[in-house]
């Protein structure tokens, strides 16, 4: 059954918009507002917010835990996504005779829909407010067409993995000139330590560093279910 949800937003210059239809709401609109609520710290907070630099957006983007961050990793790691918003918009609707309210944890912008994402440790999914909650908020976003995803802790080694290639995430970082030259060089199907070493006019750091910069940005790509080592096989990207 579809659910006649409003939503509501911040726009870039503080206005606050409210009460739109969210069937309607055009995704542009909604994916040019300011977090709708900023996060707090005080003193015996149970959770660890901040703010995360991001590639895909150039810009910050804020998290209220360490989940939240996670997620951001990922979401920055992930080629098909073009643009992040914290905190969205609020969503209302009216069920069993109650106004409910629900703020997603980020809107994602791909090539395809957009996918509106809340964010829960895998032990708090079962709890029955938190299960409502989502049902509802699932049911509105799909009634659009768009994607709705809760997301859990992901596999260790893959969040290791992707939080180490973060650190080269910074592209002005990286020298042009190197990043053509592994560009030209037959590195599909090397292993990593070896691959370090394919231009011997180059200190070996730098270009072990722009190595993991290609893996960021994925145009090598690898094996990120294990834990990266001098073993891992590289390959370019189709």
């Given at each position: 059954?579809?659910?006649?949800?409003t939503?509501?937003?911040r726009?870039?210059?503080g206005q606050?918009?409210e009460?739109r239809?969210?069937?309607?709401?055009?995704?542009?609109?909604?994916?040019?507002?300011?977090?709708?609520?900023?996060?707090?710290?005080?003193?015996?907070q149970?959770?660890?917010s901040?703010?995360?630099w991001?590639?895909?957006?150039?810009?910050?983007?804020?998290?209220?835990?360490?989940?939240?961050l996670?997620?951001?990793?990922f979401?920055?790691?992930?080629?098909?996504?073009?643009?992040?918003?914290?905190?969205?918009?609020?969503?209302?609707?009216?069920l069993?005779?109650?106004?409910?309210?629900?703020?997603?944890?980020?809107?994602?912008?791909?090539?395809?829909v957009?996918?509106?994402?809340d964010?829960?440790?895998?032990?708090?999914?079962?709890?029955?407010?938190?299960?409502?909650?989502?049902?509802?908020t699932?049911?509105?976003?799909?009634?659009?067409g768009?994607?709705?995803?809760?997301?859990?802790?992901?596999?260790?080694?893959?969040?290791?993995n992707?939080?180490?290639?973060?650190g080269?995430?910074?592209?002005?970082?990286?020298?042009?000139?190197?990043?053509?030259?592994?560009?030209?060089?037959?590195?599909?199907g090397?292993?990593?330590?070896?691959?370090?070493?394919c231009?011997?006019?180059?200190?070996?750091?730098?270009?072990?560093?722009?190595i993991?910069?290609?893996?960021?940005?994925?145009?090598?790509?690898?094996?990120?279910?294990?834990?990266?080592?001098?073993?891992?096989?590289?390959?370019?990207?189709?």
């Amino acid at each position: 059954m579809d659910i006649a949800a409003t939503v509501s937003m911040r726009r870039r210059n503080g206005q606050v918009v409210e009460d739109r239809f969210w069937a309607t709401e055009p995704a542009r609109s909604l994916a040019s507002t300011m977090p709708w609520r900023t996060f707090r710290w005080h003193k015996g907070q149970k959770h660890y917010s901040g703010t995360y630099w991001s590639a895909t957006m150039r810009d910050h983007v804020i998290y209220e835990s360490r989940l939240e961050l996670t997620r951001l990793l990922f979401a920055d790691f992930d080629p098909a996504v073009r643009g992040i918003v914290a905190q969205p918009f609020l969503l209302k609707a009216v069920l069993e005779a109650k106004v409910r309210r629900h703020i997603p944890d980020y809107l994602l912008l791909t090539g395809q829909v957009p996918v509106v994402v809340d964010v829960k440790p895998l032990h708090e999914l079962s709890k029955p407010e938190v299960a409502f909650t989502f049902d509802w908020t699932r049911r509105a976003v799909e009634s659009r067409g768009w994607k709705y995803e809760v997301w859990s802790e992901p596999p260790a080694a893959e969040l290791e993995n992707i939080r180490f290639l973060a650190g080269y995430r910074r592209d002005w970082l990286f020298s042009a000139e190197v990043l053509e030259e592994l560009r030209e060089a037959e590195l599909d199907g090397v292993p990593l330590g070896q691959a370090v070493g394919c231009l011997p006019d180059r200190p070996e750091p730098q270009v072990r560093s722009a190595i993991h910069h290609l893996l960021w940005t994925q145009s090598l790509v690898t094996d990120l279910d294990r834990t990266l080592s001098p073993s891992h096989v590289l390959r370019w990207a189709a």
